[in-house]
C-alpha cells in the first residue's frame, strides 16, 4: 500500500500507531490461551491466599481482553472507523465523507475542529501539524517530514 493509503482523514499516520498491526495483541491471544489451556484460571484460585498477587489475576485477564482487542488491521480509509473512536464510526472519517473530502486538510477549519477532541489526550496537537504538511506536500509526499504521533514520543 502507499502512504497516501495509511494516512488518514485527521492526518495521523496508521503505522505510526501503537495500535496498528501490532504484535502484542496476538501474543495476548495466545497467553490468555494458553492460560485457559493449563487451567490457569483455577490456579490463581487455589495460589492466592499463598501468593497475593494471584489475587488480581481476573484484572490480569481483564488487560489480556484489552490487549487483544487492541488491534487494528487496516487502518480507516479500509474500515471508516479507529481505534481511538470506540469502534463506532469516527466522527472525522463521517465528516470528511459527507463534504467529500479525502481529508481534513482539504477543509478551512481543520485548525479549530473539536472533533480532533477523541485523539487530543494521546496525541496532542501532532494531527494538527501533520494536516498543515499535507497541505503544502499533499498525501503522497509528507510522511517523512510527519511529527511524533504521540504525546510521550
Known amino acids: 500500500?502507499?502512504?497516501?493509503?495509511?494516512?488518514a482523514y485527521c492526518g495521523l499516520y496508521c503505522p505510526d500507531c501503537i495500535h496498528f498491526?501490532?504484535?502484542?495483541s496476538p501474543v495476548a491471544y495466545q497467553l490468555k490461551k494458553e492460560l485457559g489451556r493449563a487451567d490457569f484460571f483455577n490456579y490463581s484460585k487455589v495460589k492466592s491466599p499463598l501468593v497475593p498477587e494471584y489475587e488480581d489475576?481476573?484484572?490480569f485477564i481483564s488487560l489480556l481482553d484489552r490487549l487483544i482487542a487492541h488491534q487494528c488491521r487496516y487502518g480507516c480509509r479500509k474500515v471508516g472507523s479507529c481505534i481511538y473512536s470506540g469502534g463506532?464510526?469516527?466522527?472525522?472519517v463521517l465528516c470528511c465523507k459527507e463534504k467529500g473530502y479525502s481529508g481534513c486538510w482539504e477543509c478551512d477549519s481543520f485548525r479549530d475542529c473539536d472533533k480532533f477532541d477523541i485523539i487530543r489526550k494521546f496525541c496532542?496537537?501532532?494531527?494538527v501539524k501533520n494536516l498543515e504538511l499535507i497541505k503544502i506536500y499533499g498525501p503522497e509526499k509528507w510522511v517523512e517530514k510527519r511529527h511524533p504521533f504521540y504525546r510521550w514520543d
Open 21 to 24: 498491526r501490532n504484535n502484542h
Open 124 to 127: 496532542g496537537d501532532c494531527n
Open 1 to 7: 500500500m502507499k502512504d497516501s493509503e495509511f494516512t
Open 57 to 59: 489475576f481476573d484484572t
Open 88 to 92: 463506532e464510526p469516527c466522527p472525522i
